[in-house]
């Protein structure tokens, strides 16, 4: 045996050694080949985990060296560590700097993360028409997520003036280039018939694909499509399906709709629980219309004990919501029902209300949900 073990012995030596070799030369050609300094690939190495452990720190004072000899995409993630407080101290005025100066200097990260910040106005004034001006310098480079915003403010008219053609054409270019976001976006155009001729059939393909990317607007529209019919056949199971992976990822629509299909739609077997369920979900987020079917569902005793006063204190939170249908027939129905009710009582709605204003106390309802019909 051991003389079997000392005849393999130098030879897996000598591979070993030639695969360190092969890997020793290949980087270094590599580093040879990029068009990145050593000083920014040093950093880059530390920020990933790239043969060295990653180290923040180490990773932050190899980009400022870099960043300081003028590379762009250094100066960029100089700011953005910077701006976050990644291996330096929090400064977004400096980190809002050398973004700044990466973006002029033509880095389309840079330009995007502007974008972004002067959309939202994250430490800088909001200002839609610069972002507009970001986003646009990062998409004309091909930056697929710029594309995609800017498609979206030429749909909305947001900083630019709107135009149903230029939204199709930048969300037709982020699509291209593999973008869920964009993918969904040009979809609705597809549905809608937003700078191009409806076409259900390539929205549903378009969705398919953002939805393999895991994107839950896709889940969400994916959902509607199968539940009315458009671009697929009806199928009630697959929209629930969709809408349910769109739910699960938050979004109060279709957490709304599912609240909806278990229990008015006549869709399926009503399940109030479940259904009050999901329109707790949805309401928790603000969604109006969720905390007003709530509302009648405790009025009327659909999977909670019925309740008047826990009803008229929903109603107020809804009303006080986003309900742009229905809103003056739910406010005559509430001053009708507060008619009838007592000083002590409508002070008791008055707490109610305060209550399900927070969705700390809408969760409460939670443990109300019976299994009544």
């Not at 990062?138 to 135009?163: C, K, M, N, P, T």
């Not at 809608?192 to 896709?218: F, M, R, Y």
């Amino acid at each position: 045996m051991d003389s079997t073990l000392r005849r393999f012995a130098l030879p897996l030596a000598l591979l070993c050694f030639g695969l360190l070799a092969y890997c020793l030369v290949a980087l270094a050609i590599s580093l040879w080949r990029s068009p990145h300094s050593p000083t920014l690939l040093i950093g880059a190495f530390y920020d990933e985990g790239i043969i060295v452990d990653k180290n923040p720190v180490k990773a932050a004072e190899w980009y400022l060296r870099a960043a300081e000899k003028g590379e762009t995409f250094a100066q960029f993630k100089t700011g953005f560590f910077y701006f976050f407080g990644r291996g330096v101290a929090v400064d977004h005025r400096k980190g809002l700097e050398w973004i700044t100066l990466s973006a002029e200097n033509g880095n389309s990260e840079a330009q995007f993360f502007l974008g972004d910040a002067n959309y939202g106005g994250v430490e800088i004034p909001r200002d839609s028409a610069q972002a507009a001006v970001w986003y646009r310098k990062a998409a004309q480079q091909g930056h697929a997520r710029a594309q995609q915003r800017l498609a979206d403010a030429y749909f909305r008219g947001i900083g630019v003036e709107q135009s149903d053609r230029k939204a199709f054409f930048w969300a037709r270019k982020a699509s291209a280039r593999g973008d869920a976001e964009g993918q969904t976006l040009l979809a609705t155009f597809y549905f809608t018939g937003v700078g191009t001729p409806k076409n259900p059939q390539q929205g549903i393909q378009l969705l398919t694909q953002a939805a393999h990317s895991g994107n839950s607007e896709a889940y969400e529209w994916l959902g509607m499509a199968n539940l009315n019919g458009i671009g697929t056949p009806k199928d009630v199971p697959a929209a629930i399906g969709w809408y349910t992976r769109a739910g699960d990822a938050g979004r109060a629509k279709a957490q709304y709709m599912l609240g909806y299909l278990y229990s008015s739609s006549g869709a399926v077997p009503a399940d109030y629980p479940t259904a009050n369920r999901w329109l707790l979900k949805a309401a928790t987020q603000g969604y109006a219309y969720a905390t007003a079917t709530l509302a009648e569902h405790v009025d009327t005793g659909k999977g909670f004990e019925p309740n008047k006063l826990r009803a008229c204190g929903l109603v107020r939170v809804a009303l006080n919501q986003k309900l742009s249908e229905y809103e003056d027939d739910l406010r005559g129905q509430l001053e009708h029902e507060e008619k009838a009710l007592s000083a002590e009582q409508l002070a008791d709605v008055a707490a109610l209300e305060a209550l399900y204003s927070t969705p700390q106390g809408l969760g409460q309802l939670l443990g109300d949900i019976t299994s009544a019909p």
